[in-house]
T-cell receptor, first 111, second 115 residues
Framework: AQTVTQSQPEMSVQEAETVTLSCTYDTSENNYYLFWYKQPPSRQMILVIR??????QNATENRFSVNFQKAAKSFSLKISDSQLGDTAMYFCAFHDYKLSFGAGTTVTVRA | ETGVTQTPRHLVMGMTNKKSLKCEQHLGHNAMYWYKQSAKKPLELMFV???????ENNSVPSRFSPECPNSSHLFLHLHTLQPEDSALYLC??????????????FGPGTRLTVL
């Protein structure tokens, strides 16, 4: 069975600082995809970043980057230069034959 | 309208009521999904439709009945629900259901409260 674990229910960060969200997953598959989704208080969930398991290079999207450690089955998200608009719940998701989500981490950016 | 829309945004119903949730996607996608989002729990995938055919049903109680009349519309019919069914119900779509690379696009959700 697939499981995705986000061990940090809540995190708070000062504006302009950096925050890192952790995610671990469990799978016996070798080829799969990993995603971070963001759900702002308005509730529409959007994709932040994705990573293919066969790529060693960590994905980056502007201020968002991941640290993908395949052997450790770890997929953390780093938000640099945090902005107030980054306040949201962040979900880690894993996809081989279907998409499975973690329980989410609520990130609050303080002014 | 763009993206994925859901109506109603909020719904309060009694346990004996029958109601329906509606989802519409304007992205030309072939796959649509229903998820249940409860506080402090992972999103639970309920149903997957690909080209209007149900391809996955994750042991969802029969009081939830999905319907996909075409690739742009998805309904979730609700009947004799329980209070523990209160949650945020999210609809999503993607280009297809099999492609792991495909991004899922989500609607804003329907907040359901069962009294």
């Amino acid at each position: 069975a697939q499981t995705v674990t986000q061990s940090q229910p809540e995190m708070s960060v000062q504006e302009a600082e950096t925050v890192t969200l952790s995610c671990t997953y469990d799978t016996s598959e070798n080829n799969y995809y990993l995603f971070w989704y963001k759900q702002p208080p308005s509730r529409q969930m959007i994709l932040v970043i994705r990573q293919e398991a066969y790529k060693q290079q960590n994905a980056t999207e502007n201020r968002f980057s991941v640290n993908f450690q395949k052997a450790a089955k770890s997929f953390s998200l780093k938000i640099s230069d945090s902005q107030l608009g980054d306040t949201a719940m962040y979900f880690c998701a894993f996809h081989d034959y279907k998409l499975s989500f973690g329980a989410g981490t609520t990130v609050t950016v303080r002014a | 309208e763009t993206g994925v829309t859901q109506t109603p945004r909020h719904l309060v119903m009694g346990m004996t009521n029958k109601k329906s949730l509606k989802c519409e996607q304007h992205l030309g996608h072939n796959a649509m999904y229903w998820y249940k989002q409860s506080a402090k729990k992972p999103l639970e995938l309920m149903f997957v439709y690909s080209l209007e055919e149900r391809v996955e049903n994750n042991s969802v109680p029969s009081r939830f009945s999905p319907e996909c009349p075409n690739s742009s519309h998805l309904f979730l019919h609700l009947h004799t629900l329980q209070p523990e069914d209160s949650a945020l119900y999210l609809c999503a779509s993607s280009q297809d259901s099999a492609g792991a690379y495909n991004e899922q696009f989500f609607g804003p959700g329907t907040r359901l409260t069962v009294l």
